[in-house]
């Protein structure tokens, strides 16, 4: 069964920086539209950023904006969260998600069938 596996992650300080990055397993090649989602304790999943099929789509949560930076490397089938000047509110678990199809990226959790592992993203004050 198709899954993707994700690393990176792990305890910084405010403003530090860390890099998640979720590629499929199992043998699965191409190029997919993906988004990155984080859940906090106690609250919903929450979008954060996707990025279409070929990158030529991007969005992002306003709230991260500026600070986050998605991007994939189509010949690794590998998609990248680059988080900078972290603040302890972004502290949260982060999931990629997909549906291993062409196109745009979904903002709803819903919307995917696929999501990584999750991966704890911890910024101390």
């Known amino acids: 069964q198709a899954q993707l596996v994700q690393s990176g992650g792990g305890l910084v300080h405010t403003g530090g920086s860390l890099r998640l990055s979720c590629a499929p397993s199992?043998?699965?090649?191409?190029?997919?539209?993906m988004s990155w989602f984080r859940q906090a304790p106690g609250k919903e999943r929450e979008f954060v950023a996707g990025?279409?099929?070929?990158?030529?789509?991007?969005s992002y949560e306003d709230s991260v904006k500026g600070r986050f930076t998605i991007s994939r490397d189509n010949d690794k089938n590998t998609v990248y969260l680059q988080m900078s000047s972290l603040r302890p509110e972004d502290t949260a678990v982060y999931y990629c998600?997909?549906?291993?199809?062409?196109?745009?990226?979904?903002?709803?959790?819903?919307?995917?069938?696929?999501w990584g592992q999750g991966t704890q993203v911890t910024v101390s004050s």
């Open positions: 199992g043998g699965t090649s191409g190029s997919f539209a």
């Open positions: 990025i279409s099929w070929s990158g030529g789509s991007i």
């Open positions: 998600a997909t549906s291993f199809t062409v196109g745009n990226f979904y903002r709803r959790p819903g919307e995917y069938l696929y």
